[in-house]
């Protein structure tokens, strides 16, 4: 019996996920990360703690600690491969296993989860959402493909691989004393820091 719940999760941990860890070795992504939280992190106060969630080779917390030195970093990633990277990098608590099977052990200043939203079933996504509220005592970021209506579109030739929504709309009717602080598109043919047109928003607990 698989141990996960969903076959989206079988998907990223097996052959897939070991593909896409491959594509991501990449000195102009991190550049890119880095630019992307500059802007993220200006809004924010006191941020000292951080955990992510499917952090794959954990690019986005390197990115994160070259602009905050002293923050502390955990991430958790399902793919074996990439958490054998994950967990050498110095000073990272790395938790191997599905985002669906995580328990928090304590919560963080800021929780974040970057192209990974829509790669959560459908079904999954309010369990989800609620650990990203237990996880941090008060920011939330959040960086994914928006639609405003949810939408399944296919994926490097794949079906119910990759679904687009309100992610962060969702979370701000779920949760009334969160308070949207800041969004920001990012156009994959930026001159000097692509990204793949994701939009981050960034929360705050009230």
Known sequence: MSKFKTDQEEFW???????????????????????????????TRDAKSVIEFGCNIGLNLIALRSLLPEIELSGVEINDQAFEQLERIPGVKA???????????????????????IHINPSALSQVYALLYES??????????????PVAIPYRGHEERLFKRDFAGELLDKYQDLRLVDYQFCYHRDNNFPQDDLTWFLLEKS
């Open 13 to 43: 941990a097996g052959d897939f996920g070991d593909q896409y860890v491959e594509r991501n070795r990449d000195s102009r992504i991190l550049a890119s990360n880095i630019h992307l939280f500059s802007q993220v992190l200006k809004r």
């Open 136 to 149: 941090t005592t008060r920011y939330i970021c959040i960086a994914e493909y928006y639609n405003p209506s």
């Open 95 to 117: 938790y191997h296993e599905s985002i669906l099977n995580f328990t928090i052990d304590r919560p963080r200043d800021l929780a974040l989860i970057k192209g990974v939203l």
